[in-house]
């Protein structure tokens, strides 16, 4: 509004002085003085106007012009006219307007004001670019009014328990005397605590919406800046227009990027990033009162943040936004399918129940597939086809047929994938086979996919050992179909993850008989939480031997008992590899058919390719990473 001021003053008075400048009087004829004279000598001249050094007059006949006088005394000029008959007529000298002069005294003064205010604004960040030098205090904290956030509880899904956590937050904005007359106190503070991709930040946009409060966001690295003192200050302009808002709602996202437990880090910890959370820490529940301010966090590592972050009185209770279950999957799935035209054969209830594991952004991400998939076919409407397609997709990777092997490449990949599949479908308490594919996929070249029938949150001893079987599958038949010289390194990623498992059951979960159930594990990156500067040893020597021998005794009784099936069922063995190599893939239909002893029907989708088709293949480096594994309650992949 300054700005706008004085810019306007400035143009009004250039306007008004041009304007005093322009002569309304018609052109005249400009003469030199020396040649004036002669004109007065000659009598050519009828009369004159004197003004000051100027001199305006009329010739006899009728021609005017105009001179200017010498600034050197001429005492003959006057006695020269009058004794030619020139009437000779003084004229008072100009003198400027008062509005004039003070225009003309003022005006370098705006014009020296405007060009300083200008440099400010752009220092400060008035510009299009944001952020000038001036602006490094300045909260960056992005603000919402209650006219902008269209999200609300309607398209949060899949997490009811945290919805009716956060609840009282929002009844409580809308009306707070009904808790205040009761002596009760809204939390200061809300944490939410859950793996990426669950909603924690839709579920804070949904509170604001509801409550129909402002609403400011601001991720926790934007506090952080080279600056000395620049966070602190960045956190007390933030609280300052939150204020100002009040009643109102703080969403900070990963926080524990300003968190972090204070002394963090090698060398003592980094002061800058500590002198922001000591005032978030004041603002948050010190001396002065922040009353109608809800401070909404959310991150995925609430083991980092520091202590004092977490008592009552700033972050009063933490929220935890889970994986959904199987309900809260089909709900986000309906959500998802809202603004796109899905087929009457497309089931919400039987796609959440093939995606145990999901989060809500991978439910979104399959959702968004499935249409890509219907978009490239040239379809108006999505079916489930699309559906399966994009569930294989995220789960064992997109598929790469332009890769070609030879014939023995992809046999021995065969064989590695049906060993998994048998033993997986035989050992106890292991997930259903999903899908057995010898089509390269990510960075594997091939892929038995297994998938529970229902949510799992924990494992037993019995189940923990059925996995290292299967883990061992793939590599147990290449040892049977081409002897232990032609066992191909395909199995690199089995053994890892069968070693990984065997050790945990040892160190972590107290599974051994022998070791009891002690912890032995030690932690790992604690020297980067600034909680200890060494590693300190739990173990002796001897429990450590003891600990390899028992991991050793449980790889070796699991890779026994794996063997032992495989040899029992080498007819299943080679059936299903025969059809993998005529199929490329097959799902948990043909798999019954091959471990029933039946002739396994074409997949539904199958088209025969006619001789001479090309095969899928690699060029070497067979050690792929395993698609997709949720560990407990995801479904685990073995990959070749």
């Excluded at 109102?248 to 060398?267: K, M, N, P």
């Excluded at 079916?383 to 030879?406: H, P, T, Y």
Aim: aromatic share 6%; net charge negative.
């Amino acid at each position: 509004m300054t700005k706008n001021i004085v810019l306007w003053l400035v143009i009004a008075g250039v306007l008004y002085v041009v304007a005093q400048g322009i002569s309304h009087e018609p052109a005249v004829q400009t003469v030199e003085y020396s040649e004036f004279i002669k004109r007065v000598e000659r009598g050519d001249v009828a009369r004159v106007q004197v003004q000051d050094y100027r001199i305006r007059g009329e010739d006899r006949q009728g021609n005017g012009f105009e001179t200017v006088k010498p600034a050197l005394p001429d005492l003959d000029l006057m006695p020269t006219l009058i004794q030619n008959n020139v009437r000779v007529e003084g004229k008072e000298p100009e003198r400027q307007g008062f509005m004039t002069q003070l225009l003309l005294s003022i005006l370098p003064i705006l014009l020296i004001l405007a060009i300083f205010i200008f440099f400010m604004r752009q220092m400060q960040g008035g510009g299009k670019g944001g952020g000038g030098p001036m602006t490094f205090g300045k909260s960056k904290a992005r603000l919402l009014s209650e006219d902008q956030i269209k999200t609300t509880f309607a398209d949060v899904a899949g997490v009811e328990e945290a919805k009716e956590e956060v609840q009282e937050l929002v009844e409580f904005l809308r009306d707070p005397g009904k808790f205040q007359r009761l002596g009760g106190r809204i939390p200061r503070g809300v944490l939410m605590v859950g793996s990426p991709g669950t909603g924690k930040t839709l579920l804070a946009k949904a509170i604001a919406g509801e409550a129909r409060v402002p609403f400011f966001s601001i991720s926790g690295s934007d506090f952080v800046e080279m600056f000395v003192g620049v966070g602190a200050s960045r956190v007390r302009d933030m609280f300052e227009q939150a204020k100002k808002h009040a009643p109102c709602i703080i969403f900070i996202d990963e926080i524990d990027a300003v968190g972090r437990s204070r002394g963090a880090g090698l060398g003592g910890g980094h002061d800058e990033r500590e002198q922001t959370l000591n005032q978030l820490l004041v603002e948050m529940d010190g001396f002065g009162a922040n009353d109608g301010i809800i401070v909404i966090a959310a991150t995925n590592r609430p083991d980092v943040l520091d202590a004092a972050l977490l008592r009552p009185g700033r972050f009063d209770r933490q929220v935890v936004v889970p994986l959904p279950d199987v309900r809260g999957r089909e709900q986000i799935i309906k959500v998802h399918m809202r603004n796109v035209p899905v087929a009457d054969d497309v089931n919400p209830s039987l796609i959440a129940r093939g995606t145990p594991g999901f989060s809500g952004a991978d439910l979104a991400n399959l959702v968004n597939e499935a249409a890509l998939f219907a978009a490239r076919g040239n379809k108006r409407l999505v079916s489930m086809e699309e559906f399966e397609r994009a569930k294989d997709k995220i789960l064992m990777g997109a598929e790469r047929r332009s890769m070609v092997m030879s014939e023995k490449e992809k046999l021995n990949t065969a064989y590695h994938e049906a060993g998994h599949a048998i033993i997986g479908r035989i050992v106890p308490e292991h997930d259903p086979v999903y899908k057995v594919s010898i089509i390269p996929r990510g960075r594997a070249l091939g892929v038995t996919m297994y998938l529970p029938t229902e949510d799992k949150y924990s494992q037993s001893k019995r189940a923990l050992e059925s996995m290292i079987c299967s883990l061992f599958g793939g590599r147990i038949a290449e040892e049977m179909i081409n002897g232990f010289d032609g066992v191909t390194t395909g199995a690199s990623n089995d053994i890892e993850r069968a070693t990984k498992l065997a050790r945990a059951m040892v160190t972590k979960w107290g599974l051994s008989e022998k070791l009891g159930p002690l912890a032995y594990e030690e932690e790992e990156g604690e020297v980067f939480l600034g909680k200890t500067m060494s590693q300190t040893k739990h173990v002796s020597e001897e429990i450590a031997q003891e600990i390899d021998r028992e991991v050793r005794a449980i790889i070796d009784s699991c890779y026994a008992r794996a063997k032992q099936i495989l040899e029992d069922n080498r007819d299943k063995l080679e059936a299903m590899a025969q059809a993998l190599m005529q199929y490329e893939t097959i799902d948990a239909e043909q798999i019954e058919d091959i471990m029933s002893g039946r002739q396994p029907r074409p997949p539904k989708d199958w088209q025969d390719p006619g001789p001479g088709s090309g095969s899928p293949a690699s060029e070497g480096g067979s050690e792929p990473a395993g698609p997709r594994s949720e560990g407990p309650i995801g479904g685990p992949a073995n990959t070749h």
